[in-house]
């Protein structure tokens, strides 16, 4: 049975690959109890998009004139509180591992759906969304659409419905 990789080991690996491809990191954070994150350099945004969105188009993807491509890491058996954004719309790509994802129109939590390598899916403003650890390390390609160009959104733009940390 193999074992699973640390924290340590992921995040080196995934900046290791995003040198390795060009990509620029603005800031890093392994502090997050569900995992953490890379955030991008927002001038390698459509190579970012190149990489891991099949060379989607960043122009077409801007609401209010600005982007922030994220790499999002999420530990086994760990989830992201239950929330939403009021000034950002958000696309996950799952590159790496696999991830559970819940979603809903409203506070009310409904079941995980399993995302693979290569799934893909949008989250709109205000809508709620839960991402879930499943069995090892899901790597995920993320894309802030900031909805508000005088105010971007940014890690306050969080409202937690639930939080297993009690954040």
Known sequence: MDLVRTKEQVFKEV?????????RIQNKDMTRPWGGFFVIEEED???FADLYFDGMNTDDLKISGKLSPKILLVAPDKRLSWQYHHRRAEIWKVIQGNAGVITSETDAEGSVKKLSKGDEIRLK???RHRLVGLDDWGVLAEIWQHTDAENPSDEDDI?????????
């Open 45 to 47: 945004a459509q190579k």
């Open 15 to 23: 900046e290791s690959k995003l040198s390795e491809d060009g990509v």
């Open 125 to 127: 403003q205000g809508e």
């Open 159 to 167: 409202v937690r419905v639930q939080d297993d940390f009690g954040r």
